[in-house]
């Protein structure tokens, strides 16, 4: 992550920061008209953590909450991009609400 006075960023794999509008991209695509329920619902778990603290609550346990959550991959496809449906409901029951 990279933390700067009131922004922290992911970094990419290759240690560039993150671009917010290809995320938002990525996501308007991924969710398409569901985008406002699953960010809602992502606002709400994320809500459980406090401001000053949300990175380092979550830190390594960010992934094992995911896991959680994530969709379900159908058998044959594997990896980042295998689409799968999404349910807001696990998504709250995953973070304790």
Do not use: I
Request: aromatic share 8%.
């Amino acid at each position: 992550l990279v933390k700067k006075p009131g922004v922290v960023r992911g970094l990419r794999h290759n240690g560039l920061e993150v671009v917010p509008k290809n995320v938002t991209r990525y996501l308007e695509k991924a969710f398409s008209d569901n985008l406002l329920a699953v960010r809602h619902a992502m606002q709400l778990v994320a809500g459980k953590f406090s401001a000053g603290h949300l990175s380092e609550s979550l830190g390594g346990n960010a992934y094992n909450l995911y896991k959680r959550f994530r969709p379900e991959v159908p058998d044959g496809h594997a990896g980042w991009g295998a689409s799968g449906e999404f349910d807001c409901e696990t998504l709250l029951s995953a973070g304790g609400l």
